[in-house]
């Protein structure tokens, strides 16, 4: 079992920034890749950012590109997401989510691929 727990979401105007933390616990952390997703009502989860094991790898929504960076400190078992220039597009519910399937030599973008979920996070951004 490995539990998932997202922090930092919250109200910030158009063009601000907000920093999303996650902490995952239960497996050794640096064996583990992880990604962040987002979901409004009506739609579709879909994927944000994904980091690989080590963090030398990423992958972005082309949506956040050169705004979002994903990184991770394995000593902390923490990832995080740093979101820049906030647009009211990018409301919605934040999740953190933890894929243990070893994949050698990419990531999982997929939402059913990955195995654990937080409760999620709001972020709002208003215009």
């Known amino acids: 079992q490995v539990q998932v727990e997202e922090s930092g979401g919250g109200l910030v105007q158009a063009g601000g920034s907000l920093r999303l933390s996650c902490a995952a616990s239960?497996?050794?952390?640096?064996?583990?890749?992880m990604g962040w997703f987002r979901q409004v009502p009506g739609k579709e989860r879909e994927v944000v950012a994904v980091i690989s094991r080590s963090g030398v790898k990423t992958y972005y929504a082309d949506s956040v590109k050169g705004r979002f960076t994903i990184s991770r400190d394995n000593a902390k078992s923490t990832v995080y997401l740093q979101m820049y220039s906030l647009k009211p597009e990018d409301t919605a519910v934040y999740y953190c989510?933890?894929?243990?399937?070893?994949?050698?030599?990419?990531?999982?973008?997929?939402?059913?691929?990955?195995?654990?979920w937080g409760q999620g996070t709001q972020v709002t951004v208003s215009s």
């Open positions: 989510a933890v894929d243990l399937t070893w994949r050698p030599s990419t990531t999982s973008t997929t939402p059913s691929d990955y195995d654990y």
């Open positions: 239960g497996r050794t952390f640096s064996s583990i890749v």
